[in-house]
């Protein structure tokens, strides 16, 4: 059955994310954080919104918007445009390891006993592994649980710092990894289990843990989506779909084992859509096994929208779910509150740092997260600190021709020598002058370093080095 689609009955949703095509992880987390928060997840070009987003957005009247990388992928006049009508949180760090993490800590603040580690490769798309970060998004998708981008090579501090915060016990690791990785682990206490072996056979293996956890979980109620895939941006252009599976077909030579899989798989309903040809080899093949499947073509915009209407009630239930667990996360905030203040107090030190090399900083915003915390307005303060962490890290790219500092390099290494972080930190605790701003960041550092946490302790140890000055 090939359907178009031209219009649509408005509908309203509580959050929206907006993600660029040309940056595949970002998209493909973003269909996690959808499922587990009943969000609708639009395509925007890097400095323009499509009419038909603008229109959904419009339509769908949403309280929060959020958006996934940073300026080069959705860009800063983009957001304005937006901000002076919604909500708006921007969530980026430099590389797709940072956003992934921080993706990771902002919506999943109740902790997560499990996670999923994917390898992939920094850089341009064209290098990277999309199809292991899609893989690995939907094993997390059906266990609703984060997904954390790593090098092949090392396990980066942010990812060690997150997966601390968020009291990660076991990970599954996809993709092959060289014994460093699971060294760390161990290192920090988590048990792991590796999917490994070439591209067919990793695919399989997820395959087939996707499938068990979802028949756990939902049993046959779950949209099955084929792509029909031309190249890495169909990855991204696949509707994201709360409780749905996306299987992606790259040669009319996977038809067969596309069929097969549909045979074997539990679902409500079945689409195809993508590369017209191919998509119509596809639904050919299935219809001569007697399989019912909707072919939905035209505007990539159009078609997600339409099988997200079809299944509102997924969303819907989604969204329940998470005002459920935001009762849970705000308590568990309470709980966590000194780690939640280390934070917050390590983001204002950065900003005075900042401050004192010439970089504006959003002093209205500081003084009032201040006033949140010291009143014991902990969600308010929680929320300002959040805003607060994601402005430095658009300042820090925006002035970031005024830093002597790598903003790559922090996020994807991996400090092994914290002798190094530990002579500095003896340097700055014996100059013989200190201000208080530079004490009250020595000290930070130091409690993050004696707690092993030297992505957040580096961080602090850059911010004491100009307070010290």
Request: glycine share 6%.
């Amino acid at each position: 059955m090939l359907l178009f689609f031209v219009a649509f009955s408005v509908a309203r949703a509580e959050s929206v994310i907006l993600v660029s095509e040309i940056n595949y992880p970002d998209a493909l987390i973003a269909d996690v954080v959808a499922n587990r928060i009943g969000a609708e997840v639009l395509i925007v070009e890097p400095n323009e919104i499509p009419n038909e987003t603008l229109t959904e957005i419009q339509n769908l009247t949403p309280t929060d918007i959020y958006i996934f990388g940073g300026p080069v992928v959705v860009s800063e006049e983009l957001e304005e445009q937006l901000n002076a009508t919604y909500n708006i949180t921007r969530i980026f760090v430099i590389t797709r390891v940072g956003t992934a993490a921080e993706v990771a800590l902002f919506f999943w603040q109740d902790g997560s006993a499990r996670a999923v580690l994917v390898t992939d490769e920094i850089g341009a798309p064209e290098n990277g592994n999309p199809n292991l970060v899609l893989e690995a998004k939907e094993l997390a998708k059906a266990e609703d649980i984060p997904v954390l981008i790593i090098p092949s090579n090392d396990l980066p501090d942010v990812v060690s710092e997150v997966l601390q915060q968020l009291e990660v016990t076991n990970v599954t690791v996809i993709g092959n990894v060289q014994p460093a990785v699971l060294e760390e682990l161990d290192e920090l206490g988590i048990s792991y289990e590796q999917i490994t072996g070439g591209a067919e056979e990793v695919r399989e293996k997820v395959e087939k843990r996707v499938e068990e956890k979802i028949r756990e979980r939902w049993g046959e109620n779950v949209p099955l989506v084929i792509v029909a895939a031309g190249n890495w941006t169909d990855h991204v252009r696949a509707p994201a779909i709360p409780r749905g599976r996306v299987i992606l077909v790259w040669s009319s030579d996977e038809i067969g084992d596309a069929v097969n899989k549909v045979k074997n798989s539990t679902y409500s309903k079945l689409f195809v859509v993508g590369k017209p040809a191919l998509a119509n080899q596809i639904v050919d093949a299935l219809e001569a096994e007697g399989i019912e499947v909707d072919h939905l073509s035209g505007i990539p915009a159009r078609i997600a929208r339409e099988i997200q209407r079809r299944f509102r009630q997924h969303l819907r239930e989604a969204e329940g779910n998470w005002t459920i667990r935001l009762g849970q996360i705000k308590q568990r905030i309470r709980e966590r509150w000194s780690h939640i203040v280390e934070r917050c107090n390590l983001t204002i030190h950065q900003f005075r740092a900042l401050q004192k090399i010439g970089v504006p900083t959003p002093k209205v915003e500081i003084n009032r997260t201040i006033e949140a915390y010291n009143e014991g307005r902990y969600w308010e303060a929680f929320k300002r600190c959040e805003r607060l962490i994601h402005l430095k890290r658009r300042i820090e790219w925006k002035f970031r021709h005024m830093l002597a500092r790598n903003l790559v390099t922090e996020e994807t290494s991996r400090t092994t020598a914290t002798a190094d972080l530990s002579s500095t930190l003896q340097g700055l605790q014996s100059l013989p002058t200190k201000s208080e701003a530079c004490q009250k960041a020595i000290k930070a550092a130091q409690r993050l370093l004696n707690e092993g946490r030297i992505f957040l302790a580096r961080q602090a140890l850059k911010a004491a080095e100009r307070l010290c000055q």
